[in-house]
């Protein structure tokens, strides 16, 4: 019913930067809550950024100051700028959506991941 597909993840080198985005499709009627999470091989999956409805943000301490994360909610579209990486920032990236669909049901979905590796 709901489909998310991410794209923007790479190879780049420690203190560069790359943008992640992720595109809602499907039988959406509204969507909430918008995110991203990662996980690094042999580590559990965890937050990296929200972003509400409204606007409101909240960060993994590790990526304050230096990844944003924004939405186009014309577009159901939720973005990750990530700058100054470093090695550590290396996992799979997930977006994570809640959905409202078309039957008015609210459910949570994932993409498939998109792989992040910072090395130089």
């Known amino acids: 019913q709901v489909q998310l597909v991410e794209s923007g993840g790479g190879l780049v080198q420690p203190g560069g930067s790359l943008r992640l985005s992720c595109a809602a499709s499907?039988?959406?009627?509204?969507?909430?809550?918008m995110g991203w999470y990662r996980q690094a091989p042999g580590k559990q999956r965890e937050l990296v950024a929200r972003i509400a409805s409204l606007g409101s943000t909240n960060y993994a301490d590790s990526v304050k100051g230096r990844f944003t994360i924004s939405r186009d909610s014309a577009k159901n579209t939720v973005y990750l700028q990530m700058n100054n990486v470093k090695p550590e920032d290396t996992a799979v990236y997930f977006c994570n959506t809640d959905v409202r669909t078309t039957n008015l049901r609210w459910g949570n979905y994932w993409g498939q991941g998109t792989q992040v590796t910072v090395s130089s």
């Open positions: 499907g039988s959406i009627f509204s969507i909430g809550d």
